[in-house]
């Protein structure tokens, strides 16, 4: 089955500086990569996301980038606000199931 | 916006003892989820709920667990008889399927917080 790694667990950034994810796959089918966010107590929430026929999606301050050769995609946050703080989780589709990552904790400090 | 609503909130349970979680997935989706999620964890799939069968469940999904679609709105999980280790944040998903094979529309429920003692 497919094996989603995330790095890293947790993330302290300044408010304002940019926050970097990255996830990597291990199965070549998965074609669709989407990012949730979860405050505490929260359900995940979908941020954005990106499909394997597309190498970077930008949504205003969140970027995704996806290397299929290297089945790896990251999330980029810029201009960082103390409201991003949450858990982030990136997952993994191929066949309709996702499997998530392990998490990343992003504590942004005003 | 249209919701996935799960009920209880939270339940507290012996050990031993059955509990039902139920979810109301939003009203034109066909796919159904539960998901789990231990305290500090990452969020891991269980089963999968397509035209009033299981289409695919992992293995954490154990004759201990069953779902069921009682009408047309309800969703449930029952764990036959709790363990300590089922405690977790459990979360009800749908998915809009008439998107193409390419949007995957999963919308997550609030989630039901399960403490067993």
């Known amino acids: 089955g497919e094996n989603v790694e995330q790095h890293p667990s947790t993330l302290s950034v300044q408010e304002g500086d940019s926050a970097v994810i990255k996830c990597t796959y291990s199965d070549s089918a998965s074609n669709y990569f989407p990012w949730y966010k979860q405050e505490l107590g929260k359900r995940p929430q979908l941020i954005i996301d990106?499909?394997?026929?597309?190498g970077e999606k930008k949504d205003q301050r969140i970027a995704v980038t996806l290397n299929k050769t290297a089945k790896h995609f990251s999330l980029h946050i810029t201009e960082t606000q103390p409201e991003d703080s949450a858990v982030y989780f990136c997952a993994a589709i191929g066949s309709y199931i996702p499997t998530f990552g392990r998490g990343t904790s992003l504590i942004v400090h005003p | 916006e249209p919701e996935v609503t799960q009920t209880p909130s939270h339940q507290v349970t012996q050990m031993g003892q059955e509990v039902i979680l139920r979810c109301v997935p939003i009203?034109?989706?066909?796919?159904f989820y539960w998901y789990r999620q231990i305290l500090g964890q990452k969020v891991e799939f269980l089963v999968s709920?397509?035209?009033?069968?299981?289409?695919?469940k992992s293995e954490i999904f154990d004759d201990q667990f069953s779902v069921e679609r009682p009408d047309g709105s309800n969703f449930t999980l029952k764990i036959r008889s709790t363990k300590l280790e089922d405690s977790a944040m459990y979360f009800c998903?749908?998915?809009?399927?008439?998107?193409?094979?390419?949007?995957?529309?999963?919308?997550f429920g609030s989630g039901t917080r399960l403490t067993v003692v």
């Open positions: 998903a749908s998915r809009d399927p008439g998107q193409g094979a390419m949007d995957y529309g999963y919308t």
């Open positions: 709920f397509y035209n009033n069968e299981i289409s695919e």
């Open positions: 009203s034109n989706h066909l796919y």
């Open positions: 990106i499909r394997s026929n597309v």
